[in-house]
Each structure stands twice: as C-alpha cells, then as structure tokens.
C-alpha cells in the first residue's frame, strides 16, 4: 500500500519555546493554546493549527535532538523555506510589517517576483526563513 502525499505537521526547532511563541502568538495574532507538555522531560511543545489537518509546532531544538538522536546542530536558514501566499500586493506588505514589529527581521523587503508576483522574506526570531508572496498563478500550481 503506498501512503498518500501529505504533511500533517510542521516543528521548527527553537532555541527559546517562551520566545518563539510569543513571536507566532502574540506578534503574528496566531492562536494557540500555548506551551503544553511541560510535565514530560522533553516534551515542551507548542501548537498552531494552520489550516485543516496542518498544524505548526515549536518545539526547543536539544529536545529534537534528543527525541531524534541526530546531534544538535547549527541553525541554518537556508535548509528549507516556509511560504504564506497572501490574497494581494498589499498583503505581503502588510503581514511582512507585522512579522517586523513582533521581532522578525526582514531579510528582503517585498517586491516584483520572476513569476509576475509580489513577495518579501523574513526570519523568525530562531532564524527560520519565511516567504510571504502573492502569487497571482498559485491556484493554477501542481
């Protein structure tokens, strides 16, 4: 049987769980329950619901090596990117001023895309690289 292509979770490893949820909850508006899972010895955790079936999670980066068994490593934000498509230009403005104001720091202020849209990128304050865009063709992708 082969498992159908799908992504129910993201976890982004964070240096400081108190930090990092305050930057999504507090500065982004994003809801969440806040830290759970303090009773278990590596099980601090914090959970975005992003949409049906996708949920986003922080959790601090020595308790993902050690739950992994893969060394704790440098940070490196160009490992992957994560992307917010917006509805229009003065979306990503928009949202790229307030991921500034919550401590994120924008790395490439908002702009013409090859592709004939608008995006702009910032780092979370754990250094994650964030792509906010408006694509006019993103419903015509995959």
């Not at 507090?26 to 009773?39: A, H, K, Q």
């Amino acid at each position: 049987m082969n498992p159908k292509p799908g992504v129910s979770f993201i976890t982004l490893g964070v240096d400081d769980l108190e930090r990092a949820l305050a930057f999504y909850r507090d500065g982004l508006g994003w809801p969440s329950r806040g830290i759970v899972g303090t009773e278990f010895e590596t099980g601090a955790v914090a959970f975005f619901k992003l949409q049906p079936g996708l949920t986003l999670a922080l959790w601090p980066r020595a308790s993902l090596a050690r739950d992994s068994g893969v060394p704790l490593q440098p940070r490196s934000a160009t490992e992957f990117l994560l992307s917010h498509n917006v509805a229009s230009l003065a979306e990503v403005d928009a949202f790229l001023q307030q991921a500034e104001r919550a401590g994120a720091v924008v790395v490439k202020p908002a702009g013409p895309t090859f592709y004939g849209g608008h995006a702009g990128y910032f780092q979370d304050p754990d250094g994650h690289l964030w792509e906010v865009a408006y694509n006019p063709g993103y419903e015509t992708l995959g």
